[in-house]
């Protein structure tokens, strides 16, 4: 059934817009109309049936916040657990959705339903929305008729995931943030501030030292070749994201990552939580572990770690247990694999790794901490060092002045 959006104002004249499922557009105006409000204009949302992996708009769509989808997701499990059937459940969950493309979105889904599809299969056709590890949860919450438990689930990984990535994000935008107002700062001084000084001091007709011999050409530079550092930005930025669309490259990339002093401890442990939340939640779900780890391995957002799942995968493929591979990786600290040892013998693997969950939570925390209290210092006395180098470079001229 197509979906149009529209545009009406109420009786008391005010603007009003929305969407609106319906057979053809004379019967989404009839409905409207029921509705008692007065239609301006009617269009039929195309992309929302066939959406594009490739499209522009589908790069988008995957960038939404995942607590949007976490906040409709519970409300999608409470409806269920109240015992509404899913059609009307879903219908009522699109007539509150706030976003306007997810609202479009669950009303597809409910018509793919009414003719007959599952709600795996109806919401696999939204990969920029419910990516693997959403459908596959789905798909086994329907084969054990636990479909609300399973959505419970999901919204608290979405939640938690999203908690993690807020964290992690805000640690490293401060000292961007500084950079960022450093390079700033400094270029001003450059451009507008330094070459009147220089201008002056030049006038005097005195042997300048070498600090402002340097500081004058760095500043020329600054002035006549800006565009030059412009080019280069985007040519690193351009073959930084060729590598990374490379598997060898994204691999090196990722491994640079890993070893980097103070991001590393931070990254490595961010991984570990993501990879112990997700294998915790896909378990306890009822899905199989290969498909567990063929997910996580997409999940972690890192290839050496993938390299590593994937390894397990063709372990376990050959009779062998989760544990050993990991071991054997010396990318997951020991204790990890120790810990999925005991897990795998007592039965307990999904308590294991939320154990490891937390753990790791609290270690993310922690790395995030460090991270802040090693950085602000040292980016403070960097800036203040280009600072000091500027006001030296330029007393200096003025010095050995007062002292002929």
């Known amino acids: 059934m197509p979906v149009y959006e529209y545009k009406a104002f109420t009786p008391n004249g005010e603007s009003r817009t929305g969407i609106c499922d319906a057979d053809t557009a004379r019967e989404a105006r009839e409905k409207l109309r029921k509705d008692n409000v007065h239609v301006v204009s009617l269009r039929e949302i195309d992309s929302v049936d066939e959406p594009s992996k490739f499209s522009f708009s589908g790069f988008f769509k995957r960038k939404k916040k995942i607590g949007?989808?976490?906040?409709?997701?519970?409300?999608?499990?409470?409806?269920?657990e109240s015992g509404i059937p899913m059609a009307d459940a879903l219908r009522a969950l699109s007539e509150q959705i706030q976003n306007r493309d997810l609202e479009a979105v669950f009303r597809t889904v409910r018509e793919k339903i009414s003719g007959g599809s599952s709600l795996a299969e109806a919401m696999g056709n939204y990969p920029q929305y419910f990516d693997d590890l959403y459908v596959n949860m789905v798909k086994a919450g329907e084969a054990a008729g636990n479909v609300d438990v399973v959505l419970k689930r999901l919204s608290d990984f979405l939640i938690k995931q999203g908690r993690v990535r807020n964290k992690v994000g805000a640690a490293l935008m401060y000292p961007m943030i500084m950079v960022g107002v450093g390079v700033i700062v400094v270029t001003i001084l450059m451009i507008f501030v330094v070459p009147k000084i220089v201008t002056l001091i030049k006038a005097r007709g005195q042997d300048l030292p070498i600090p402002t011999m340097i500081l004058i050409a760095a500043s020329n530079f600054l002035a006549n070749y800006w565009y030059l550092l412009v080019l280069g930005f985007f040519a690193v930025s351009l073959t930084f994201g060729a590598l990374r669309r490379s598997p060898k490259g994204r691999y090196a990339i990722d491994g640079f990552t890993l070893r980097m002093p103070i991001f590393g401890e931070l990254f490595t442990k961010q991984a570990i939580s993501r990879f112990s939340t997700t294998f915790s939640t896909l378990l306890k779900s009822g899905v199989p572990v290969l498909e567990c780890l063929l997910i996580v391995k997409n999940v972690v957002n890192n290839s050496v770690f993938a390299g590593v799942l994937d390894d397990v995968h063709n372990r376990i493929m050959e009779g062998a247990d989760i544990s050993?591979?990991?071991?054997?990786?010396?990318?997951?600290?020991?204790?990890?694999?120790?810990?999925?040892?005991?897990?795998?013998?007592?039965?307990?693997?999904?308590?294991?790794?939320?154990?490891?969950?937390?753990?790791?939570?609290?270690?993310?925390?922690?790395?995030?901490?460090?991270?802040?209290?090693a950085l602000e210092p040292v980016l403070i006395l960097s800036m203040a060092g280009v600072v000091a180098f500027i006001v030296i470079a330029i007393l200096l001229p003025m010095l050995q002045l007062s002292n002929v």
């Open 68 to 80: 949007e989808l976490a906040i409709v997701t519970r409300q999608f499990a409470t409806l269920l």
């Open 324 to 373: 050993s591979p990991l071991k054997a990786s010396k990318i997951f600290p020991p204790a990890v694999g120790y810990m999925v040892s005991i897990g795998e013998q007592s039965g307990r693997l999904e308590e294991i790794l939320d154990r490891l969950s937390e753990a790791y939570d609290e270690e993310v925390d922690l790395a995030v901490q460090k991270m802040t209290a």
